[in-house]
């Protein structure tokens, strides 16, 4: 077994050019793949960051690609379905810019995403490339070993692969939904085997909840050795982590004693982070003119040495090409500027936002309501001041116009808050653990009060 692993590692480290001495090695002239759909033109020609990952050798991207939000169209039948053409000219501008990991799951984009990853990197040669994804049975009561069998190969058929490079156990928070799904089945000795074989080079976990919980999954490293730990790590999330969510600094602390590498997830809390307050904007563009709002939050997750890759949903290829310029090199915060990044994450916690990711986990609403919209769009009006309490504050009146007429524009009147009934069904799905009723109620109460004030 390390023979083979270590054969397939070293083919994949030596497609490049060369393999950085340190954790923060810059490497030019990485190894780049065209295909018909890409065109030299749109080669930026930069050096990507690259990090090696201690266990295996891999030489990874420091900007690793999430799947779970590529472009969607309406087909023939008026059903949201991946855009494949678009999907196919991303990976190959990422490929061709250095990024080669790309993270999937069966359960993003409605069970779309896994497919379509599949055939855009399928184009491209399988060294050139790592694929991460996960065995995603938390969405149902079905926890047995053989739906879990089904599930990873269904990923292998996906992906047209023979192995995977991360494989996860998706979304744990704790002991007791590790051996409800993967303990007490025999699940988890399966995937074991797997990794023996070859077939799974790095099995590991990502982890939502709180601190207890994440001690408990940790204290099972000497028993299963976790290859790697995929982590909400950001730098709101740093300190200021919502609800029951844990401290990444005491997530990221804890895996380097142990040398275990991490995968940052969420690095812009769903986008947040690229959509600030007006204030906060100004802050961060005042500091630094000619770079996004968004690069702050991903230098600030590349910055921790012991991060391997970051994620990024990006849906558009203005997205990739910011990120690109972030990370092709990345420049490390320094000490100055993460403690001003650290006052703006002071700054940030005093707004009511509420800690929705648009991860979808809660679709569908079995009553047609578009939850990540109501709740985002919200969010969108905290950040722009339009969401005022007082009758008596200034722009009240026009704030008011702002919100009901964007709300009715971005939601549809049958999938709107008012049709919540409480049933419930979407919080146990929630990685953030929103009280999603709750919050849809409040909403829906404060359109309701706007309405009247009319």
Same mark, same amino acid.
């Given at each position: 077994?390390?023979?083979?692993?270590?054969?397939?590692?070293?083919?994949?480290v030596?497609?490049?050019?060369?393999i950085?001495?340190?954790?923060?090695?810059?490497?030019?002239?990485?190894r780049?793949?065209?295909?018909?759909?890409?065109?030299? @033109?749109?080669?930026?020609?930069?050096?990507?960051?690259?990090?090696?990952?201690p266990?295996?050798?891999?030489?990874?991207?420091? &900007?690793?690609?999430?799947?779970?939000?590529?472009?969607?169209?309406?087909?023939?039948?008026?059903?949201d379905?991946?855009? @494949?053409e678009?999907?196919?000219?991303l990976?190959?501008?990422?490929?061709?810019?250095?990024?080669?990991?790309?993270?999937?799951?069966?359960v993003?984009?409605?069970?779309?995403?896994?497919?379509?990853?599949?055939k855009?990197?399928?184009?491209?040669?399988?060294?050139?490339?790592?694929?991460a994804?996960?065995?995603?049975?938390?969405?149902?009561?079905?926890?047995?070993?053989?739906?879990?069998?089904?599930?990873?190969?269904?990923?292998?058929?996906?992906?047209?692969?023979?192995?995977?490079?991360?494989?996860?156990?998706?979304n744990?928070?704790?002991?007791?939904?590790?051996?409800?799904?993967?303990?007490?089945?025999?699940?988890?000795?399966?995937?074991?085997?797997?990794?023996?074989?070859?077939?799974?080079?790095?099995?590991?976990?990502?982890?939502?909840?709180?601190?207890?919980?994440?001690?408990?999954?940790?204290?099972?490293?000497?028993?299963?050795?976790?290859?790697?730990?995929?982590?909400?790590?950001?730098?709101?999330?740093?300190?200021?982590?919502?609800?029951?969510?844990?401290?990444?600094?005491?997530?990221?602390?804890?895996?380097?004693?142990?040398?275990?590498?991490?995968?940052?997830?969420e690095?812009?809390?769903?986008?947040?982070?690229?959509?600030?307050?007006?204030h906060?904007?100004?802050?961060l563009?005042?500091?630094?003119?000619?770079s996004?709002?968004?690069?702050?939050?991903?230098?600030f997750a590349?910055?921790?040495?012991?991060?391997?890759?970051?994620?990024?949903?990006?849906?558009y290829?203005?997205? &990739?090409?910011?990120n690109l310029?972030?990370?092709?090199?990345?420049?490390p915060?320094?000490?100055?500027?993460?403690?001003f990044?650290?006052?703006?994450?002071?700054l940030?916690?005093k707004?009511?936002?509420?800690?929705?990711?648009?991860?979808?986990?809660?679709m569908?609403?079995?009553y047609?309501?578009?939850?990540?919209?109501? &709740?985002?769009?919200?969010?969108?009006?905290?950040?722009?001041?339009?969401?005022?309490?007082?009758?008596?504050?200034?722009?009240?009146?026009?704030?008011?116009?702002?919100?009901?007429?964007?709300?009715?524009?971005?939601?549809?009147?049958l999938?709107?808050?008012?049709r919540?009934?409480?049933?419930? @069904?979407?919080?146990?799905?929630?990685?953030?653990?929103?009280d999603?009723?709750? @919050?849809?109620?409040?909403?829906?109460?404060?359109?309701e009060?706007?309405?009247?004030?009319?």
């Amino acid at each position: 077994m390390k023979e083979n692993i270590d054969r397939r590692g070293f083919l994949k480290v030596t497609g490049y050019t060369a393999i950085a001495a340190g954790v923060f090695g810059t490497l030019s002239g990485c190894r780049r793949h065209t295909s018909p759909d890409y065109t030299e @033109q749109e080669q930026d020609n930069r050096e990507m960051t690259y990090r090696i990952n201690p266990n295996s050798g891999d030489k990874v991207s420091i &900007l690793g690609y999430g799947c779970m939000r590529w472009p969607m169209i309406k087909d023939e039948y008026g059903k949201d379905v991946v855009d @494949q053409e678009a999907v196919n000219r991303l990976v190959d501008h990422a490929l061709a810019n250095g990024v080669n990991y790309f993270d999937s799951a069966p359960v993003y984009l409605q069970g779309q995403s896994e497919a379509a990853t599949g055939k855009a990197l399928s184009r491209h040669p399988r060294e050139s490339y790592f694929v991460a994804t996960k065995l995603s049975n938390h969405r149902g009561p079905e926890h047995s070993k053989e739906e879990g069998i089904r599930m990873y190969k269904n990923s292998l058929k996906a992906f047209q692969t023979d192995y995977i490079d991360y494989y996860l156990l998706h979304n744990l928070g704790g002991i007791d939904a590790f051996n409800k799904r993967f303990g007490d089945n025999g699940l988890i000795d399966f995937l074991l085997e797997e990794r023996k074989a070859g077939r799974i080079r790095n099995l590991g976990f990502s982890f939502h909840g709180n601190r207890q919980g994440f001690d408990q999954l940790i204290s099972l490293h000497e028993k299963y050795h976790w290859d790697f730990v995929q982590i909400q790590l950001n730098y709101m999330d740093w300190k200021h982590p919502s609800n029951w969510n844990t401290e990444a600094e005491y997530l990221q602390a804890e895996l380097d004693k142990r040398e275990i590498p991490s995968i940052v997830m969420e690095p812009l809390l769903g986008g947040r982070l690229a959509k600030v307050p007006d204030h906060i904007a100004d802050r961060l563009k005042e500091k630094a003119p000619q770079s996004s709002v968004a690069s702050w939050a991903f230098r600030f997750a590349g910055t921790q040495k012991g991060v391997l890759c970051v994620l990024s949903g990006m849906t558009y290829k203005e997205h &990739l090409d910011d990120n690109l310029k972030t990370y092709s090199p990345l420049k490390p915060l320094d000490q100055e500027e993460m403690s001003f990044l650290e006052e703006t994450a002071d700054l940030m916690s005093k707004y009511p936002t509420i800690p929705c990711n648009d991860c979808k986990y809660c679709m569908p609403c079995p009553y047609g309501i578009d939850i990540p919209a109501i &709740l985002l769009h919200y969010n969108k009006c905290v950040n722009e001041g339009n969401v005022k309490q007082d009758t008596r504050s200034e722009n009240y009146r026009k704030s008011r116009r702002a919100y009901l007429v964007s709300y009715d524009r971005a939601i549809p009147k049958l999938r709107q808050a008012d049709r919540c009934i409480g049933c419930g @069904q979407c919080t146990e799905h929630c990685p953030q653990s929103i009280d999603i009723p709750k @919050q849809l109620h409040k909403i829906d109460k404060y359109i309701e009060e706007l309405k009247r004030n009319m």
